[in-house]
């Protein structure tokens, strides 16, 4: 969840921490994709441009795993949202070619139009919408990231009120720190978070490891690779202040041609299973979203939590 965003591990974060160079993958991620049989009703739902040329150029970043990330052969691009948009493709009857770019520059890359869509485990919020549209089809949820050796950091909200974390600049993590959690200590008499912003997730971890932050957020989905790739033990906890979102895939908000031909065919990658394989393969069965939808952020708003 690119709240985006999130828990980005960078070969040079590898390096740094001496860490293997390939990604865990969960034995049930061996396990293949079905494949799809084309709906031509789906593709003339395609812009001209798209149906003439058979190709949908999307935007991502492939350092988020589950999300999305780089195969040992440092080419392909594997994951959940992977396995999800080459169902798409197979639908529509199109071919998928995805870039990985630094994520600052996803949304702007749709606005542009030099990319048709956009897949990052983006994080759906009424302010994207207004220039991004969303076809989300799963959810996101942050948790609390700290060494386990530090026994000041615990479940308890209040425990991280005075303490020091660090996000990645441009992320929904740093509003949750500033808007919920910092804001709930001070309604509780204690000193707000101290937080800084840090140029990319791989940077916030380094930081959490070398001991010059007490705790990160990240996206709950990645538990499994932080705690693999860490060189200490790190310890997990959900936070009950932090809001569950939706996440998708967006197009430009003008675009709604292909905006509705993407959600049609996801419905039928729903329909006929593929979905529920895909989220059985990355274990994302607690992010699972039941059905597709479009804009879900304002037309089915999740109900938030008052700090």
């Known amino acids: 969840m690119r709240f985006v965003h999130l828990h980005k591990i960078l070969p040079l974060l590898l390096l740094l921490l001496g860490a293997l160079p390939s990604l865990s993958i969960p034995a049930s991620a061996e396990e293949a994709m079905p494949i799809l049989k084309a709906d031509p009703a789906l593709t003339a739902l395609l812009p001209d441009n798209i149906r003439t040329s058979g190709?949908?150029?999307i935007a991502t970043d492939a350092h988020y795993p589950p999300c999305e990330f780089m195969a040992d052969d440092g080419k392909t691009i594997i994951g959940f949202e992977p396995?999800?948009?080459n169902a798409i493709g197979q639908k529509l009857g199109i071919k998928i070619t995805a870039s990985s770019i630094d994520f600052a520059g996803i949304i702007p890359g749709v606005q542009s139009g030099r990319y048709n869509a956009a897949f990052a485990c983006l994080s759906d919020r009424p302010e994207r919408e207004k220039i991004v549209r969303f076809v989300n089809f799963w959810y996101g949820s942050a948790a609390v990231y700290a060494m386990a050796s530090n026994a000041a950091i615990s479940e308890d909200p209040l425990s991280l009120c005075g303490k020091k974390t660090a996000v990645q600049v441009g992320i929904?993590?740093?509003?949750?720190?500033?808007d919920i959690l910092s804001k709930h200590c001070v309604a509780a008499g204690k000193p707000p978070i101290e937080m800084s912003e840090l140029p990319s997730a791989a940077q916030v971890l380094v930081a959490l490891y070398a001991g010059r932050i007490d705790f990160a957020l990240s996206d709950a989905a990645a538990v499994d690779d932080i705690q693999k790739k860490a060189p200490q033990p790190v310890k997990v906890f959900e936070n009950k202040l932090l809001p569950k979102i939706y996440l998708g895939a967006i197009?430009?908000?003008?675009?709604?041609?292909?905006?509705k031909a993407l959600?049609?065919?996801?419905?039928?990658?729903?329909?006929e299973g593929a979905y529920d394989k895909a989220i059985a393969r990355w274990n994302l069965h607690l992010l699972a979203l039941p059905e597709p939808g479009m804009d879900l952020a304002t037309t089915?708003?999740?109900?938030?939590?008052a700090p």
């Open 55 to 57: 190709e949908l150029t």
């Open 83 to 85: 396995d999800i948009w």
């Open 172 to 178: 929904d993590f740093g509003d949750m720190v500033r």
């Open 251 to 259: 197009v430009e908000r003008s675009n709604e041609a292909l905006g």
């Open 263 to 271: 959600f049609e065919a996801l419905k039928a990658v729903y329909a």
């Open 300 to 305: 089915r708003p999740i109900a938030s939590v």
